[in-house]
């Protein structure tokens, strides 16, 4: 009963989104919407996407230690952007342990104590991003309280975690199992949430999203040749963070193409040049790491449903 229930409200949603982005759509005018594209500025924003995978790949090395090389760090990276685009619900960020596991022999407690490392930093970043984004678009204090309200719930967690109370609450865990693979995790954090680490961590997660926000805005201003102002193209670019994080569809399709027909055309852009600049968009962000990860995976002759079935 509650699997259909929630079948039936994912379509509801689907079709919601489906019909919020065809809705009144003139499709004579999507493929002249391509025509000011730059292709210069196109293929820099591509670079730029692989430039962040590489950034991306070095927090987490430095996350791990160096006990997980570069080489090995960039593969599973871009394998989790393969496999992000073939199953729902950011499945390639467990898919990525997997890799590590059976190529590099990084053990899955090890690997998933990184993990969740590092989504505890994404979700900060974003977190305050998103906050300072939603009091320039709305000017409404509720809204930064709240922001901030969800802030402060993250870092209490994150010390929660470093604390000896959380050790001493794994032992109410049911099975034994179960708890000896929580005791390693904890060990594992305390060893990735030194303040060392942290402080590099924390460097490296700036320097990724500022080059995600780079990438972003150099499409819009650059690429789609959109007249807007930086704060526009923060905001907009902002709103595209948050769609492409929803895990309706494989990467973040329909949300992302929705949240961004929704905010340019707030900027008085065309709902026709708003589509393609999304679908392009999210070719951009997932397509050429796919490539690279395919390449990799034929050169190590390794079967890609293999690795997803795993």
Same mark, same amino acid.
């Given at each position: ?13 689907l ?13 004579? /005018?999507?493929?002249?919407a ?13 670079l ?9 790949? /070095?927090?987490? #090395? ?19 952007? +393969? ?11 467990? !898919?990525k ?21 590092? #989504? ?10 998103v ?6 678009? %709305? ?10 309200l ?6 209490? +967690?994150f010390?929660? *975690?470093?604390?000896?109370?959380? #050790? ?7 099975t034994?199992?179960?708890?000896? %693979?929580?005791?390693? /995790?904890?060990?594992?954090f305390?060893?990735?949430? !030194? ?12 320097? /990724? %999203? ?35 994080s ?10 992302f ?12 852009? !065309? ?8 679908? *392009? ?16 995976l ?6 890609l449903?293999? +690795?997803?079935?795993?």
């Open positions: 009963m509650k699997k259909t229930v929630s079948l039936s409200l994912k379509f509801a949603i079709a919601a989104l489906a019909y919020y982005i065809f809705h009144d759509i003139d499709i004579s /005018l999507l493929t002249p391509l025509k000011n594209y730059s292709l210069l500025w196109l293929f820099i924003t591509v730029s996407v692989i430039f962040s995978d590489l950034i991306l790949a /070095l927090r987490w #090395r430095s996350l791990s230690q160096n006990s997980c090389s570069l080489k090995a760090s960039f593969e599973s990276i871009v394998f989790s952007v +393969l496999t992000n685009t073939i199953l729902p619900a950011k499945l390639g960020e467990v !898919a342990l997997f890799y590590l596991q059976k190529l590099y022999k990084i053990k899955l407690s090890h690997g998933f104590s990184l993990m969740l490392t590092e #989504r505890f930093f994404d979700v900060l970043v974003l977190g305050i991003l906050v300072l984004s939603a009091q320039i678009y %709305w000017q409404d204090k509720t809204v930064q309280i709240f922001g901030w969800v802030i402060t719930f993250i870092i209490i +967690l010390f929660l *975690i470093k604390s000896p109370l959380s #050790r001493e609450m794994i032992h109410f865990f049911p034994k199992f179960f708890r000896r %693979w929580l005791i390693r /995790l904890y060990h594992h305390q060893i990735v949430l !030194a303040k060392e680490s942290v402080m590099i961590l924390t460097f490296w997660s700036i320097i /990724l %999203w500022m080059s995600y926000i780079v990438t972003t805005m150099i499409f819009f201003h650059f690429v789609m040749g959109l007249s807007l102002n930086t704060t526009e193209l923060f905001i907009a670019t902002m709103v595209s963070f948050i769609a492409f929803i895990p309706l569809l494989p990467a973040g399709s329909g949300t193409q929705a949240g961004i027909i929704f905010i340019l055309t707030q900027y008085g852009v !065309a709902k026709e040049e708003a589509l393609v600049g999304s679908i *392009i968009l999210q070719l951009i962000m997932v397509l050429p790491s796919s490539i690279i990860s395919i390449i990799i034929q050169k190590k002759s390794l079967s449903k293999e +690795l997803i079935r795993s």
